[in-house]
């Protein structure tokens, strides 16, 4: 079997003295593992960094085997945001909740294409909102998108202001005003009014995001947020 694809490392996890397993989300193939001969020394680990995009051949005698990686660098999102540490907590946030969430070797070419944008944008300054709507991506694409297209209760579009913590829709503000302490805010810009989040409209998007990740995708699996979105989340303030 053999197969070759773009790729973004996910995580990278040391296998005897030289090698590394390394999980890579593929634009065709999904989430894959597969070990890279000498993916521990001095020569890969620069390319095997969370974030990178690589092109990957991947060889192994049976589809479901772990399998063999030959890669070779194509970007380097990694090294874009060393020196900032807030991006890189958002890189690294991304990568975990994709090699957290996503079902192995299960095809997800928007997720794909919506992280690549992800990490493009990390070197402009809208990231925080593009990093969040990637998040509702993700949901939406593993089959727990939210409806913020009307008031639940009313079933009108105008003054949406909640989203619902039990269904993912959203809620107008006077329908939600008797439970406004049971519902979650839901900021301008996930609604289209603006095209970037300010710095409470991120922090509610987050609160938003990281709820229905943890109750569809972690939670039911005894697990909670990964670490790096759960630092993420504080360092933005959420």
Not at 21 to 50: E, F, K, N
Request: hydrophobic letters at 45%; glycine letters at 12%; a neutral charge.
């Amino acid at each position: 079997m053999e197969w070759t694809d773009d790729g973004f490392v996910l995580a990278v996890r040391l296998h005897g003295e030289t090698s590394a397993i390394v999980s890579l989300l593929t634009r065709d193939h999904g989430r894959h593992p597969g070990l890279v001969r000498g993916g521990a020394g001095r020569r890969m680990r620069g390319m095997l960094q969370a974030g990178n995009l690589v092109r990957a051949t991947w060889r192994g005698r049976l589809a479901e085997h772990l399998g063999a990686y030959v890669v070779e660098p194509l970007r380097a999102f990694s090294a874009d945001v060393l020196r900032d540490s807030l991006r890189l907590a958002a890189l690294s946030a991304a990568c975990a909740v994709a090699e957290r969430a996503l079902p192995e070797r299960e095809p997800h070419a928007a997720v794909f294409d919506g992280l690549g944008i992800l990490l493009g944008a990390l070197s402009g300054e809208q990231w925080p909102s593009v990093y969040v709507k990637w998040e509702l991506g993700l949901l939406a694409e593993l089959g727990y998108g939210l409806d913020l297209s009307s008031c639940a209760a009313t079933g009108r579009n105008d003054e949406l202001a909640y989203v619902s913590p039990r269904t993912g829709r959203a809620v107008s503000l006077a329908a939600g005003e008797p439970y406004r302490d049971k519902l979650l805010a839901l900021p301008a810009f996930l609604l289209g009014r603006e095209d970037e989040g300010d710095s409470a409209g991120i922090i509610e998007g987050l609160r938003i995001t990281g709820h229905f990740l943890e109750r569809h995708l972690f939670a039911p699996h005894g697990a909670d947020l990964p670490a790096a979105r759960q630092r993420l989340a504080e360092r933005l303030g959420v």
